[in-house]
């Protein structure tokens, strides 16, 4: 016989009692029924896992949103409280601008008396010396 006519898998088959042959098929369909069961299984798995991540991903989403709220809120609670700070101190600089100056015209005017009253002492010392 020519090695081309010469079917390997058909004389095999030919050759190989009925019940193997049965139990090959059995087997055969065994370990795809198992690959299709542990594919399925793990598609499930990766599929939780995935759904997990998901809900993870979406709560630290959630939570930072919640801080760049607060961190916004308290940024703007900060800014108006400056703006007080610098409005009273702004407030309270022209007042004690307007302060000194009273003061300092009321010690000029003070000064003026004194003076005044140095020179009407000193002219009533002359006076009396005079007399």
């Not at 499930?44 to 919640?66: A, F, K, Q, S």
């Amino acid at each position: 016989m020519p090695h081309n006519d010469i079917n390997i898998w058909k004389l095999l088959y030919e050759q190989t009692p009925l019940i193997i042959q049965y139990l090959l098929g059995v087997l055969t369909l065994g370990i795809f029924t198992l690959v299709g069961v542990i594919y399925k299984r793990t598609a499930r798995e990766l599929e939780h896992v995935e759904d997990r991540v998901g809900n993870r991903i979406d709560n630290t989403n959630e939570r930072i949103n919640n801080l760049e709220r607060r961190i916004d809120n308290r940024l703007e609670s900060m800014d108006n409280s400056l703006k007080q700070v610098v409005t009273l101190l702004a407030s309270q600089s022209s007042q004690t601008d307007e302060l000194v100056r009273t003061t300092q015209a009321d010690e000029q005017h003070l000064q003026n008396i004194e003076n005044s009253m140095k020179e009407d002492r000193d002219e009533r010392r002359k006076n009396q010396k005079g007399k």
